[in-house]
DNA sequence: ATTCTTACA
DNA sequence: TGTAAGTA
């Protein structure tokens, strides 16, 4: 499919998929007219990689765990490169930090609806 | 009409 | 990210 389909349905603008591919993060053929064509999976992979962009783990972080994804939310490395753990290590521990802050501004918000909709309600 | 590349703020 | 130019 061309980059217009794949930003309609992944939600993420074409700017972006173009930045994606730029990073090796997803690949695409070329049409004769030099369209990308990507991939059904494509689709899919794209959920990942936003999945992983919005919890705050860098491009570079990605590219490198990209190639082990597999099924929803897994990651496996049949080969565990040392220093790539401790990368992700710290990277576990931001992602903890920021769930964290996440969950307390949701609680704020939570308070905040349940105050005003007993006194519209 | 849609997409492509490049580049600046 | 918004934007613009000049193509195919």
Redo the contacts with the bound molecule.
């Keep these: 499919m061309?980059?217009?389909?794949l930003?309609e349905r992944t939600g993420a603008?074409?700017?972006?998929l173009?930045?994606y591919e730029q990073h090796g993060l997803i690949a695409?053929d070329r049409s004769p007219?030099?369209?990308?064509d990507f991939p059904e999976a494509t689709v899919e992979r794209v959920g990942q990689i936003r999945g992983l962009l919005d919890a705050g783990v860098p491009v570079k972080i990605i590219k490198q765990i990209l190639p082990c994804l597999d099924g929803p939310g897994q990651i496996y490395f049949p080969v565990p490169d040392p220093e790539m753990l401790a990368q992700l290590a710290e990277q576990r521990d931001r992602m903890t930090r920021k769930a964290e802050c996440v969950l307390k501004n949701r609680d704020a918000i939570a308070a905040y609806l349940d105050r005003v909709s007993g006194t519209t309600a």
């Design positions: 061309r980059i217009g389909e930003a603008p074409a700017r972006m173009r930045y695409a007219n030099g369209y990308r």
